[in-house]
DNA sequence: TCTGGGGTCCTAGGACCC
DNA sequence: TCTGGGGTCCTAGGACCC
């Protein structure tokens, strides 16, 4: 018997998330990223989009496109609160998600949808709900496997939902470029296209034929992506709590520089915000990484590893600044950032139980939810959502 | 006026140990 | 003299995703 996975992903969220708090957005073309020289953009709104305004762009470059499109600066914090009512109110279907990112999920449906006549009336209702109650659009894929239940989600936005079953797979998945393909990015896919697979079809011809030249072109990839166009890829929602692997920061410097004061600075203050990403979180690292991105775009970076974990800023700083110092004196930057590694919970049985219980999102009172300062983290809930969840599988 | 910032995972070589 | 085989950890680099 197979599973029935929804995956559910919000359409243009931080856009969305913008024009809730201010409805005189709506409609605009808007976008949201940083609005510097360097900046690109975030998040496109859908009227920001008609211009050929998309995400990654570089910000000027959608000034040019549309010349009275609106700039909202990221704010995280906030964007993250409103992910946790999302989840929150997906939480009510199914208690078991899989978060995959600040804006979306995957959810076992099988248990909610044993008695449903007509499914797809209930995950319009559902759709629909999280519009009313929440404020916020997404588009809905639904499948036997995560893997088909994402390609589904992403075939009709916004608004959209999608079935798709092991039989649809030739005429749905097949036709659909290479590139489309979760895993499979912008090096991967020309050399695909080298080899004449430009279609998910296509490389799903060549894995019948045992391709020798896949299979080590894909390495350990080459089965995944075999159960994937085969359908028969993973079905299994993962409802570990999320816990980090690192916690970094890194930012990209108005104009390339090599000066030492100014370098020197940065990477003070961006050890001081991993150190208190890392207090926040409770952990502590083994590994300080020191990342430097040249002006040809090409990343360097260089770690060192110690036996007593830290968290604390100054810690960080000296180590990180060594980095720079024994490996990057002079040359020419134009981002630089810290990284702590190798994670480990100080005293692993603290955490988080306070604020958190959704154990009723009909009477999580909403504003209160906004004010409340509950922003902190997106991290903290899930770790409660997953405990819950597990708790109740047993 | 070229190209952000947060991450995860994989590979591959060398050190080191048994 | 012409050289094992595992396993694990550390480090650097790169692909990819949202």
Redesign the pocket.
Known sequence: MSKIIMHIDLNA?FATAEELRDPSLVGKPLIV??SG????V?TASYAARKYGIH??M?T?QA??LCPNVIIKP?D?DYYEMLSVSFFAYIRTFSRIIEV?????CFVDMSEALKDVQDPRQYFLDLQNGLLKQIGLKCSIGVAPTKFLA?MASDMKKPMGLTFVHKRDIPSLIYPLPI?S?????????PALKEMGINTIGDLALRIKKSDPALVSMF???YNEVKLCVEGQSSDFVDPTPF??????????FINDTNDFEEIRSRIEE?SS?VAS?AKRDGKMG??V?LVV?DT??????????FRDPINEKGDIYTKALALYEA?FMGMMI??V?V?L??LIDPNNSDIQMSLWNYENYEEMDKTKLLVNNLNRKLKKPMLILGSEVKKKQK
């Not at 393909?181 to 896919?189: D, H, M, P």
Request: proline share 3%.
């Open positions: 969220f990223g940083q020289r360097r900046g690109v975030s995400s990654a570089p000027y000034v040019q990221v995280f995959a990112s600040i804006d979306e994402k590139e393909f979760y895993g499979i990015g912008k090096r991967t896919s390495g350990k990839f816990d980090p692997k690192s916690i970094g920061h890194s930012e990209t961006l915000e990403g083994k590994t990484q991105k040809s775009f090409h990343t360097h970076d260089k770690s060192v590893s490996n134009r981002l950032g990284t590694q190798n």
